[in-house]
């Protein structure tokens, strides 16, 4: 596995998290890597994505609440995604992403590759 994602779980609306992803070949430390959600019965849509040097991209209406990060050490690549004030509409599986890409945050799922296995987050109301 590439790309291993976690840190989903249930929590209240109001709550945070913090997902992880760590990709343990040392290429993906300068790969853009991304954050996607999938919620049922809708398509997988971008949230979230940083370059290596610390440029990011949100999908509209996340910044506020979502902040994407990441390390680069020894032969690994983590990106982060601190999730504050979670709503119900988070709800989704997230799912992270890499793109060969070194400078472009390009938002298309096409255009990602490979992927992690995704981690379940559910909301409460």
């Known amino acids: 596995v590439q790309l291993q994602a976690s840190g989903g779980g249930l929590v209240r609306a109001g709550d945070s998290l913090r997902l992880s992803c760590t990709a343990s070949?040392?290429?993906?430390?300068?790969?853009?890597m991304g954050w996607f959600r999938q919620a049922p019965g809708k398509e997988r849509q971008f949230v979230a994505a940083?370059?290596?040097?610390?440029?990011?991209?949100?999908a509209d209406g996340l910044k506020d609440r979502f902040t994407i990060s990441r390390d680069n050490v020894d032969n690994t690549a983590t990106v982060y995604l601190q999730m504050n004030n979670l709503k119900p509409e988070d709800t989704a599986v997230y799912y992270c992403?890499?793109?060969?890409?070194?400078?472009?945050?390009?938002?298309?799922?096409?255009?990602?590759?490979?992927w992690g296995q995704g981690t379940l987050v559910t909301v409460s109301s």
């Open positions: 992403a890499a793109n060969t890409d070194l400078f472009t945050i390009v938002t298309m799922t096409s255009r990602f590759a490979p």
């Open positions: 070949e040392r290429k993906f430390q300068t790969y853009v």
């Open positions: 940083i370059t290596w040097n610390g440029r990011n991209r949100y």
